[in-house]
């Protein structure tokens, strides 16, 4: 499930742990990075990266205290429980909106999302294809068709004018993921969408602390959904939380995520939604995390714009895409290589980089959604697909294009970018980048 972040805190120490010992048996002395020559660390040259970034528990005394307090409920399930209501009141300090609901996963916030929002079959919701694919299960599940648009260049995520093209009459709405947690164009999708009379729906999963001109992520869109996974910024292991200032859709939040009932007078069940409700000790660790994420999201954005800053004259390379006003947040740093500008293949740069020291890797999940298995044989439910055996869509994934999308992840390399790493540490990758950009510059 987990192989989207697949160099792990846990693969990054153990590298980086490795390439240290090797590099204190080679040489005692190491020069600093912009004095380091230009033979590749692979050719036998000096490694552009030596210093080490110890990685910091991500939890600790303030979650032990929290749970020690839950400990003394009677009852450890969400409804009036403590900790969820702490919190949901600490996640509207993040995300300002009026109605909340914690759920068991981001790919269930999101499934509460389009159910709250009356997607059903045959709807069609605009999407990016390069994401986790929970941005589109819920999607599915309600019987409605994704359609995939392409991306930015550089910023990987939606490209306003493809999804403009992409709408129909049977489009309902837009999932605008921020990938990597660099915000979309949020004014432009907005505005596409209420010209449109569509639903617009932010994945920010990647995206926690994030900024789009000012404002939180999570709060221009009509529904927000976020994932408390382990791998993101924040986390209690598996959770998610959904969110809306929209009269209309809030009051369903509750009910889509709890067998579709409110649980307020007699046990009828008016809605039809499955169980995506979060308990009490997951609910505990996520509103002590949520105190961590401020400098969290400050520290992975500063180091990101270094990483920027310095490669961004690398000949060949085009550095990850951000609109200077915002704040992205880095849940990973991917910039792209263009591809006729250089002498070696993407898998070549990438071992060079591994040997100057610098852990990346390259890509990021293997192929677009659409070109997923289930997607080319339409087999989501059963093997079959019912909404197109009824004629509700004639969605076909196997012509389905999305040229950009399709190149990022063949042309894209991934630098990992982790809160407990020092500037001084970018800096370094950066040099190894450059280093490596420069020799095998065509
Ligand atoms: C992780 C993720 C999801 C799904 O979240 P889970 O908590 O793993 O279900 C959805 N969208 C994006 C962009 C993600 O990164």
Same mark, same amino acid.
């Given at each position: 499930?987990?192989?989207?972040n697949?160099?792990?805190?846990?693969?990054?120490?153990?590298?980086?742990?490795?390439?240290?010992?090797?590099?204190?048996?080679?040489k005692?002395?190491?020069?600093?990075?912009?004095?380091?020559?230009?033979?590749l660390a692979?050719?036998?040259?000096?490694?552009?990266?030596?210093?080490q970034?110890?990685?910091t528990?991500?939890?600790?005394?303030?979650?032990?205290?929290?749970?020690?307090?839950?400990?003394?409920q009677?009852?450890?399930?969400?409804?009036?429980?403590?900790?969820?209501?702490?919190?949901?009141?600490?996640?509207?300090?993040?995300?300002?909106?009026?109605?909340?609901?914690?759920?068991?996963?981001?790919?269930?916030?999101?499934?509460?999302?389009?159910?709250?929002?009356?997607?059903?079959?045959?709807?069609?919701?605009?999407?990016?294809?390069?994401?986790?694919?929970?941005?589109?299960?819920?999607?599915?599940?309600?019987?409605?068709?994704?359609?995939?648009?392409?991306?930015?260049?550089?910023?990987?995520?939606?490209?306003v004018?493809?999804?403009?093209?992409?709408?129909?009459?049977?489009?309902?709405?837009?999932?605008?993921?921020?990938?990597?947690?660099?915000?979309?164009?949020?004014?432009a999708?907005?505005?596409?969408?209420?010209?449109?009379?569509?639903?617009?729906?932010?994945?920010?999963?990647?995206?926690?602390?994030?900024?789009?001109?000012?404002?939180?992520?999570?709060?221009?869109?009509?529904?927000?959904?976020?994932?408390?996974?382990?791998?993101?910024?924040?986390?209690?292991?598996?959770?998610?939380?959904?969110?809306t200032?929209?009269?209309?859709?809030?009051?369903?939040?509750?009910?889509?995520?709890?067998?579709?009932?409110?649980?307020?007078?007699?046990?009828?069940?008016?809605?039809?939604?499955?169980? +995506?409700?979060?308990? %009490?000790?997951?609910?505990? /660790? #996520? &509103?002590?995390?949520?105190?961590?994420?401020?400098?969290? =999201? !400050?520290?992975?954005?500063?180091?990101?714009?270094?990483?920027?800053?310095?490669?961004?004259?690398?000949?060949?390379?085009?550095?990850?895409?951000?609109?200077?006003?915002?704040r992205?947040?880095?849940?990973?740093?991917?910039?792209?290589?263009?591809?006729?500008a250089?002498?070696?293949?993407?898998?070549?740069?990438?071992?060079?980089?591994?040997?100057?020291?610098?852990?990346?890797?390259?890509?990021?999940?293997?192929?677009?959604?659409?070109?997923?298995?289930?997607?080319?044989?339409?087999?989501?439910?059963?093997?079959?697909?019912?909404?197109?055996?009824?004629?509700?869509?004639?969605?076909?994934?196997?012509?389905?294009?999305?040229?950009?999308?399709?190149?990022?992840?063949?042309?894209?390399?991934?630098?990992?970018?982790?809160? +407990?790493?020092?500037? %001084?540490?970018?800096?370094? /990758? #950066? &040099?190894?980048?450059?280093?490596?950009?420069?020799?095998? =510059? !065509?």
């Open positions: 499930m987990n192989r989207t697949s160099i792990s805190r846990r693969e990054f120490v153990a590298g980086t742990s490795g390439l240290l010992m090797a590099s204190s048996l080679g005692a002395v190491a020069a600093p990075a912009s004095t380091s020559g230009t033979k692979m050719d036998g040259g000096e490694k552009a990266v030596h210093v970034c110890p990685p528990a991500r939890w600790g005394e303030l979650e032990r205290k929290r749970l020690e307090n839950m400990l003394g009677d009852s450890l399930f969400y409804w009036q429980g403590p900790q969820t209501k702490l919190l949901l009141e600490r996640f509207r300090e993040v995300c300002p909106v009026k109605y909340v609901f914690n759920c068991s996963s981001g790919t269930a916030a999101l499934h509460i999302a389009v159910n709250a929002a009356g997607i059903g079959p045959g709807d069609e919701v605009i999407t990016s294809p390069v994401t986790d694919i929970g941005t589109v299960i819920g999607v599915l599940y309600q019987q409605a068709v994704p359609v995939f648009a392409d991306l930015g260049k550089g910023t990987h995520n939606l490209d004018k493809d999804v403009e093209r992409r709408i129909t009459p049977k489009t309902k709405a837009i999932i605008a993921v921020h990938l990597t947690g660099n915000p979309c164009d949020l004014d999708l907005r505005k596409l969408a209420d010209e449109h009379k569509l639903i617009l729906i932010e994945d920010c999963a990647q995206a926690w602390g994030a900024k789009y001109r000012g404002r939180p992520i999570g709060s221009i869109g009509h529904l927000a959904c976020f994932s408390l996974q382990n791998s993101k910024h924040i986390t209690c292991g598996d959770g998610g939380v959904v969110g200032n929209d009269d209309r859709f809030g009051p369903l939040l509750q009910p889509c995520g709890d067998k579709g009932s409110n649980r307020e007078g007699k046990r009828t069940f008016p809605l039809f939604a499955t169980n +995506y409700r979060m308990s %009490e000790p997951q609910a505990a /660790v #996520a &509103a002590v995390q949520l105190t961590r994420l401020e400098a969290i =999201a !400050a520290k992975r954005n500063q180091l990101g714009k270094l990483l920027t800053e310095k490669i961004a004259d690398a000949p060949g390379i085009i550095p990850h895409e951000v609109h200077p006003e915002d992205a947040v880095y849940w990973f740093y991917y910039f792209r290589m263009r591809p006729e250089f002498r070696c293949d993407r898998s070549k740069f990438v071992r060079a980089l591994g040997a100057e020291g610098a852990a990346v890797q390259g890509g990021y999940i293997k192929v677009p959604l659409y070109g997923e298995e289930v997607f080319q044989k339409h087999a989501f439910f059963g093997g079959r697909w019912p909404v197109k055996e009824m004629g509700l869509t004639t969605m076909d994934f196997t012509k389905h294009h999305c040229p950009n999308a399709e190149s990022m992840l063949t042309d894209g390399i991934r630098v990992p970018i982790f809160e +407990y790493m020092t500037e %001084e540490y970018i800096s370094q /990758v #950066a &040099a190894a980048i450059q280093k490596v950009a420069r020799h095998y =510059a !065509a």
